[in-house]
């Protein structure tokens, strides 16, 4: 007696098989569909939004409505594009032969997301497996319950059932589903979760794609360039830690490295920043997330509760255990060893670490796991090449936080401990395709040295025909040449 | 650590952990990263394909009698071609890659840059085993990672001869071979590499796979399947079958990953199909196929016990039109076919990887693709037909690695198409640039300025700055215009 959840998967996997999401015009309505999902309930959107996480209108829509809204318009635009086969170029010694790479939909795909963009990394995935003609169980996070419920109830309204289904559920969901064999599972969240999704994707050799986190730092060079350049390196300092959900975010900034002497410059800076952004104190706090749930607050609060952590805190540190308020907070040279400065902090904590001299940052910065992100503020060409040359991330970005996440033409995705795979515009259609060589022989002209029985006038024929050695070979075949 | 038995240590965990320290110590060094490095290295390959041609071809013959033709053409020239694209290409494949920029992140200019994963461990396996080293290895270093080779002791000669190669022509501090069996594979295993390129089979790969899970580890899996070759009515029969036994026969007697596995053809078409093949074969093995020098043998007697088994099931044994002789002394298997085998047979389910080859039969030709189909995807299939309708739907129907029209196995040798597999065959490619970027992390990375700095970004966050919001994501000049005069809703 089949589950219902082996029910569904069952349908996805017939509807694959029988060719129902190939078609270009059923892809096409799919993501049009989903277009018209999100310009019909931005508001319920907004509020689901607002209820699990504390979004404001203007960040949801920065950050989940406005990214996804681009995304369906750029994928549908390249759609044909994308799936056109591409032409291999074929050496003259095939000739005539044809040869090409054609994108195929792997079949029915498993997409794990995450609560702190709980719109954003449960569609953005599926717009690109959809796009690459698969079936998609979408599982998304019952840790933003209200976005979880929005998506259950809604995209069964838009979408096409038999090939597109959303399941709720919370951990024990998630690991039934990782017994099933899927054709691909895109996972987006933690490393210690990722391992387990990896290990059970093993036992099927599901290919996976795992978007992680890690510690992405901000180098921070440019203080004593013009006061107009420092205040704007605060302004996306700024932006980038607590703009994106209050820090839990996975390119949210976790720790800044600045250079000893510039480290008060900088603390100023932020303060004044934070307050115009944010509010003069926690009671007065607006425009700004809220912590998920209890279990992340204590997490958090618990980060401050060394004392050499606490006493490090130059600015902020008070929390609101009732509403799962934590005010933005900056602390200076915490404890390299502590808590901290070793786990993603995913929240507002800001540790700003001082150093003799910025070139440091990069032993620095080497000496952590690789981060899914890199940011550098610079105007030192040679500083940006060694930090481009010299450390390793997913991505790098130069003088802003952030923004990287916008750009269709950029691969979007981890290295090391932060993950591996990508995503983001084609990149997202080809995470979900398979790349089928494919070869077009004539039956003329034969090559009969291809065959037995060996002779050394076939060996070097041979040898010559594999070195492209085409003069060598008319030679061979006049007797010019000896085998 | 020594055994009694020899004065050789035993390759155990500890090893392998310093092993990997020190590659990582060399590796942080950033020797592996300069161009001049992985020129020299590649230079050195080709160098030593050339020089020691001879002992490479002898090591073939011993560990598979493979003939010296499939030796010096399928392995070594092979892979002396994917040395030289290499170094003709490198330092282009090297050079980050433009990417364009939107109005979004006006103004920004975008580029990605290919660098070493670091340092990175390939597994190969037995039946080309010089190839399926080295291949992996032309992009590791194209790449500039630190490599482990483990070989496979399935070919014991050619694993001596690889590790004594490898040490002599190469940058022992950054490049390592591990001999060994199943013990040291796993001491390997327990380590954390930057990336694993395993070809074998499924039952190790799933092994591997969850090894590299703890460390989240990306993997290449190069695996197999059953390999068909639907065969038309209406074609060059002679050709198509000099072909196929090309690709079966002649690729290490059918012990290859992408030999053609089973034949699927129309009831009617058969007898004509088999007499050709008895025709063809006789032309290029003889009478006696037996003493025929130009066939590998079967590698060891696990694997001929194996394929015993495959033809002395009982609903199978007598379907034997061709060949079945067998010589267990020296492993050989005449080319054996087999006629009309039922669906549920052992030989028509598990890879067969030798000598054998049955022919299904369905009553139109369109029918194999539900054949096709019914199985797992392998990691090649192949069609000999001249309907231009069929091979349409060959091309959009069968989900498989690659696909070959009139011919087989020839696709390995393009470099211009990804090889690997999907489903069950594997995941991930290589050969040509996609070695390369299979042996890479490409970074993303963004330019910015500090002119233009939007403040639509910041809060306070405004109905005002909503609108422009949408403005700016929808693209649109106009748009922007009329949100930045308060002109459109938020």
């Known amino acids: 007696m089949l589950s219902s959840m082996e029910k569904s998967i069952a349908e996805l996997r017939e509807t694959f098989k029988n060719g129902g999401t190939k078609s270009i015009s059923w892809r096409k309505s799919q993501l049009k569909a989903l277009l018209q999902l999100i310009n019909q309930n931005e508001d319920s959107i907004f509020k689901a939004l607002d209820q699990d996480l504390g979004k404001s209108p203007v960040e949801s829509y920065r950050d989940e409505v406005g990214v996804l809204k681009k995304s369906v318009t750029y994928t549908l635009s390249c759609l044909e594009k994308w799936v056109a086969p591409k032409k291999a170029e074929v050496p003259l010694l095939f000739f005539p032969a044809k040869a090409e790479v054609m994108p195929q939909p792997l079949g029915v795909v498993l997409i794990f997301s995450s609560w702190n ?28 319950p209200a976005c979880m419920s929005f998506l259950v109830e809604t995209i069964p309204k838009y979408l096409d059932n038999k090939a597109v289904k959303v399941l709720a559920g919370g951990a024990d969901i998630g690991e039934r589903l990782l017994q099933l064999k899927w054709d691909k599972i895109f996972f987006t969240g933690s490393p210690r979760v990722g391992r387990l999704v990896m290990a059970a994707a093993a036992k099927h050799l599901t290919p996976v794609t795992l978007e992680l986190g890690g510690k992405s730092p901000a180098i921070v060079d440019t203080l004593s360039t013009t006061p107009s350049k420092a205040k704007v390196t605060a302004k996306r300092i700024v932006g980038g830690k607590w703009g994106p959900c209050t820090g839990q975010a996975c390119i949210a900034i976790d720790y800044v490295l600045v250079e000893e002497k510039l480290a008060s410059t900088l603390i100023e800076l932020l303060k004044k920043t934070i307050k115009r952004f944010y509010g003069e104190n926690i009671k007065s706090l607006k425009n700004i997330s809220r912590i998920v749930n209890k279990h992340q607050f204590q997490r958090l609060v618990n980060l401050l509760k060394d004392p050499n952590v606490a006493d490090s805190i130059v600015y902020g540190g008070s929390v609101d255990e009732e509403k799962l308020v934590i005010e933005p907070t900056i602390l200076l040279d915490p404890p390299l060893d502590s808590e901290i400065m070793s786990e993603e902090i995913f929240g507002p904590l800001l540790p700003i670490i001082t150093l003799k001299n910025i070139e440091e940052s990069i032993n620095f910065i080497n000496s952590k796991s690789n981060p899914l992100v890199i940011y550098a503020f610079t105007e030192d060409d040679t500083f940006k090449k060694r930090i481009l040359s010299e450390t390793s991330s997913g991505t790098v970005t130069f003088n802003d936080s952030m923004v990287q996440f916008l750009c269709d033409s950029l691969p979007f995705g981890g290295v090391g401990q932060s993950g591996f795979g990508r995503y983001h515009g084609k990149y997202s259609f080809d995470t979900f395709s398979h790349e089928k060589s494919i070869m077009h022989r004539g039956f003329y002209p034969e090559i009969e040295p291809r065959y037995p029985p060996w002779t050394d006038f076939k060996l070097l024929f041979l040898k010559l025909a594999y070195q492209f050695d085409y003069f060598g070979l008319i030679l061979l075949l006049l007797g010019f040449k000896r085998s | 650590m020594t055994s009694e038995v020899e004065n050789k240590p035993v390759f155990c965990t500890e090893s392998a952990k310093e092993l990997v320290k020190e590659l990582r110590a060399s590796f942080a060094t950033g020797k592996t990263k300069s161009y001049e490095w992985r020129l020299t290295q590649l230079n050195a390959m080709v160098k030593m394909m050339e020089e020691k041609e ?74 080309y085993p010089f190839l399926l080293s080295l291949d992996p290895i032309v992009g590791a270093i194209a790449a500039g990672n630190a490599i482990v080779l483990k070989p496979s002791e399935i070919a014991p000669a050619t694993s001596l001869l690889l590790a004594r190669l490898v040490a002599e022509y190469l940058d022992s501090s950054c490049i390592k071979v591990v001999e060994g069996a199943v013990p040291e594979t796993a001491a390997l295993l327990e380590q954390k590499w930057d990336k694993i390129l395993y070809t074998g089979n499924g039952r190790v790969a799933r092994i591997v796979m969850a090894a590299a899970a703890k460390h989240l580890t990306p993997v290449v899996m190069e695996l197999g399947g059953k390999c068909p070759v639907i065969v038309d009515s209406d074609i060059n029969l002679q050709v198509a079958t000099r072909r196929i036994i090309a690709g079966k026969w002649g690729c290490n007697n059918g012990q290859a990953c992408i030999s053609p596995d089973y034949i699927i053809t129309m009831k009617d078409y058969a007898q004509k199909l088999i007499d050709s093949f008895k025709c063809e074969l006789e032309r290029f093995y003889g009478k006696d196929p037996l003493e025929s020098k130009d066939l590998s043998r079967i590698v060891n007697s696990n694997h001929f016990a194996r394929l015993s088994k495959l033809l002395d099931e009982d609903k199978v044994s007598s379907k034997i039109v061709h060949g079945g002789e067998r010589d267990k002394e020296n492993l050989k298997i005449t080319p054996t076919i087999l006629l009309d085998v039922p669906r549920d047979s052992l030989i028509m389910n598990e890879e067969i990887f030798g000598p054998l080859l049955p022919v299904f039969l369905v009553d139109k030709v369109e029918d194999s693709f539900d054949v096709i189909n019914s199985g797992t995807k392998p990691l090649a299939a192949y069609l000999f037909t001249n309907k231009k309708k069929l091979k349409e739907k060959f091309v959009a129907t069968v989900s498989a690695g690659g696909l070959v029209i009139n011919d087989t196995t020839v696709h390995l040798a393009e470099p211009t198409l990804p090889f690997g597999g999907v489903g069950d065959s594997g995941m991930g490619a290589y050969h040509g640039k996609f070695s390369f970027d299979a042996f890479s992390h490409k970074k993303a990375v963004l330019y910015r300025g500090f002119a233009c700095d939007a403040f639509v970004r910041y809060p306070p966050y405004t109905r005002g700055k909503l609108g422009l919001l949408r403005a700016l994501f929808d693209g649109s000049i106009l748009g922007i215009i009329r949100a930045l005069l308060g002109w459109s809703k938020a």
């Open chain 1, 117 to 144: 963009f709980p719109f954003t990394l449960a569609l953005d995935p599926l717009i690109g497996a959809i796009s690459a003609g698969n079936t998609v169980l979408l599982k998304p996070s019952d840790l933003a």
């Open chain 2, 54 to 127: 001879p002992q490479i071809v002898a090591a073939l013959h011993d560990d598979l009698s493979k003939p010296e033709l499939e030796s010096s053409i399928y392995e070594i020239a092979m892979l002396k071609n994917s040395f030289r694209l290499a170094v003709k290409n490198m330092k282009h494949w090297m050079m980050p890659e433009k990417a364009k920029t939107s109005l979004v992140t006006f103004p920004s200019s975008a580029e990605i840059v290919s660098e070493p994963l670091g340092v990175v461990l390939v597994i190969s396996a037995w039946n």
